[in-house]
């Protein structure tokens, strides 16, 4: 089915490690984006995406970096993971009229770092 | 600063019990508001999109509307499966790519 799959679902990182978060999208969307989702502060943008080549940051991209080479894949790097990384992750996607679809979230990945 | 607040945190329902759920925004133009309904470990789902006050939207048990301040997300006879998280968030006119989310609304639809 079409939409946005994200790998892995479930990950555990010990402090200082690093690791990438997968994105990737079959709708030919040019719009990506990766929030976190803490318990009582909502989603929270990290970094986004209008396109192939094209990155920018959001409100909460300390600590985290992304890249984009194709339309499909837009990955999030955890350059040295804290313990303040522990949140559950969502990339999005949505197409240039995203005002009328809004985004398509993928299901999630729930990292804790120990 | 631009930013999005929803109330009540958690809602407890009935099963045919009709409510509404708030969400108040501050946003230096606003380009449409949105209303996203999470269910535990998934991610959001898009319901509705609105653009400007007066406007209002429909989707079976659920009403959406907009004033230049804030939106109400009303809930007619709910039923157990509409218990879920729901989220409000706005895009503002001068970045098309920074949605401002609200922290939702748990809702919990009891039979």
């Known amino acids: 089915n079409a939409g946005v799959t994200q790998t892995p679902k479930f990950q555990v990182l010990k402090t200082g490690q690093s690791m990438t978060l997968q994105c990737a999208q079959d709708?030919?969307?040019?719009?990506m984006s990766w929030y976190r989702q803490d318990p009582g502060m909502g989603l929270r943008l990290i970094h986004y995406?209008?396109?192939?080549?094209?990155?920018d940051q959001g409100e909460v991209p300390n600590g985290y970096n992304v890249s984009r080479s194709t339309t499909e894949d837009f990955p999030l790097r955890l350059l040295s993971a804290a313990p303040s990384q522990t949140s559950v992750y969502f990339c999005?996607?949505?197409?240039?009229?995203?005002?009328?679809?809004?985004?398509?979230f993928g299901s999630g990945t729930r990292l804790t770092v120990v | 600063e631009d930013q999005v607040t929803q109330s009540p945190e958690a809602l407890r329902l009935q099963e045919g019990e009709s409510s509404s759920l708030n969400c108040s925004y501050t946003v230096s133009g606003l380009r449409g508001l949105f209303w996203y309904r999470q269910d535990p470990g998934k991610g959001p789902e898009f319901l509705f999109t609105l653009y400007s006050a007066g406007e209002e939207k429909e989707k079976e048990r659920l009403k959406a509307t907009l004033t230049k301040k804030e939106s109400f997300l009303h809930i007619t006879a709910p039923k157990p499966e509409d218990s879920a998280t729901y989220l409000c968030a706005v895009l503002p006119t001068y970045n098309f790519n920074k949605f401002y989310f609200g922290s939702g609304t748990k809702l919990n639809v009891k039979p």
């Open positions: 995406s209008v396109g192939a080549g094209i990155t």
């Open positions: 709708m030919n969307h040019e719009y």
């Open positions: 999005a996607s949505s197409d240039r009229e995203q005002t009328n679809y809004g985004y398509t």
